[in-house]
């Protein structure tokens, strides 16, 4: 843990001069409200976007990429505020009919991943497509329960991933994409995965502090907004060091007074290995 590099320190930043036990931070986390961690870490997701954000799809709406694990993958689809002439890629978890007809009524987009099970007929398709694309065309739900849930015409894209060697079948409302857009959105979801598993390895969230539900929001919010952080120092001071250095540098400099340009300049590491490049492309468009 970072505080223990400041060890002779602590006592004068009212932690003591022992060992700081686990369930100290549980018990903080515990009973601490979430919500104003959730709230500064969306904050900071903004002010991150708004530097870092490189438009790689060329589109005028925002593109949200859903990723869980904790929870069933369609209740989070009822929680979601959302935005109109934005658009939601989802993973095959997300193959709720009833809110996808939801984002649709909102003047939204989706891409969803479609399962293999789905009962369809199609009613118009596509001739001329690009290379490894297999399928483009309209179709209408023909299962009882799922075409009351949607009654409107879908796009069903199917395209062969070359480096994967697998074909995916995509479900989207984005009548007006290209066939490659749409496989190309829902490639770059998998960064979303990768932010994740940065998060984990870096910031050390694979165990967490406190077992309720408010603690494990309360690290993980922690844990996003020290990466923004260190996302916009990077960008405003136009470091050439990865994101990973950077969280080094800065946990054992918690307590210096040194400026930052000084403390990275002086600072020198070796041998520095990350699992992704210095920060994930793409990750805030």
Same mark, same amino acid.
């Given at each position: 843990m970072a505080l223990e590099a400041h060890q002779s320190r602590r006592y004068h930043l009212g932690l003591g001069r022992g060992p700081i036990a686990k369930t100290t931070f549980a018990t903080a986390n515990q009973n601490r409200d979430y919500r104003i961690f959730e709230e500064f870490a969306f904050y900071m997701m903004d002010q991150a976007r708004r530097k870092r954000a490189t438009d790689i799809f060329k589109l005028k709406g925002k593109v949200y990429a859903f990723d869980s694990t904790s929870v069933h993958d369609s209740k989070v689809m009822k929680e979601t505020p959302y935005e109109s002439g934005s658009y939601y890629v989802f993973d095959r978890g997300y193959n709720a009919f009833k809110e996808l007809y939801h984002i649709h009524q909102h003047e939204s987009f989706f891409i969803v991943r479609a399962k293999k099970n789905l009962q369809y007929k199609c009613i118009k398709w596509r001739r001329r497509m690009p290379r490894n694309v297999l399928t483009d065309s309209e179709i209408m739900l023909t299962d009882y329960i799922t075409s009351k849930k949607y009654k409107e015409k879908l796009r069903l894209v199917k395209f062969y991933d070359e480096e994967q060697g697998r074909e995916f079948s995509f479900l989207t409302n984005a009548f007006h994409l290209?066939? !490659? *857009?749409?496989? &190309? !959105?829902? @490639? &770059? #979801? =998998? !960064?979303i995965e990768l932010f994740f598993k940065w998060l984990k390895q870096h910031l050390k969230? @694979? @165990?967490? =502090?406190? #077992?309720? *539900?408010n603690a494990v929001r309360i690290q993980i919010s922690a844990a996003i907004i020290a990466y923004c952080l260190v996302a916009i120092v990077q960008h405003d001071m136009r470091l050439e060091r990865s994101t990973y250095e950077l969280l080094q540098i800065l946990s054992i400099s918690l307590t210096d007074k040194t400026p930052l340009k000084e403390l990275f300049e002086k600072t020198k590491f070796n041998d520095v290995k990350e699992q992704f490049d210095p920060l994930i492309p793409g990750l805030f468009d």
């Amino acid at each position: 843990m970072a505080l223990e590099a400041h060890q002779s320190r602590r006592y004068h930043l009212g932690l003591g001069r022992g060992p700081i036990a686990k369930t100290t931070f549980a018990t903080a986390n515990q009973n601490r409200d979430y919500r104003i961690f959730e709230e500064f870490a969306f904050y900071m997701m903004d002010q991150a976007r708004r530097k870092r954000a490189t438009d790689i799809f060329k589109l005028k709406g925002k593109v949200y990429a859903f990723d869980s694990t904790s929870v069933h993958d369609s209740k989070v689809m009822k929680e979601t505020p959302y935005e109109s002439g934005s658009y939601y890629v989802f993973d095959r978890g997300y193959n709720a009919f009833k809110e996808l007809y939801h984002i649709h009524q909102h003047e939204s987009f989706f891409i969803v991943r479609a399962k293999k099970n789905l009962q369809y007929k199609c009613i118009k398709w596509r001739r001329r497509m690009p290379r490894n694309v297999l399928t483009d065309s309209e179709i209408m739900l023909t299962d009882y329960i799922t075409s009351k849930k949607y009654k409107e015409k879908l796009r069903l894209v199917k395209f062969y991933d070359e480096e994967q060697g697998r074909e995916f079948s995509f479900l989207t409302n984005a009548f007006h994409l290209s066939s !490659l *857009e749409v496989a &190309n !959105l829902y @490639k &770059n #979801r =998998w !960064l979303i995965e990768l932010f994740f598993k940065w998060l984990k390895q870096h910031l050390k969230i @694979k @165990k967490f =502090w406190g #077992r309720t *539900e408010n603690a494990v929001r309360i690290q993980i919010s922690a844990a996003i907004i020290a990466y923004c952080l260190v996302a916009i120092v990077q960008h405003d001071m136009r470091l050439e060091r990865s994101t990973y250095e950077l969280l080094q540098i800065l946990s054992i400099s918690l307590t210096d007074k040194t400026p930052l340009k000084e403390l990275f300049e002086k600072t020198k590491f070796n041998d520095v290995k990350e699992q992704f490049d210095p920060l994930i492309p793409g990750l805030f468009d």
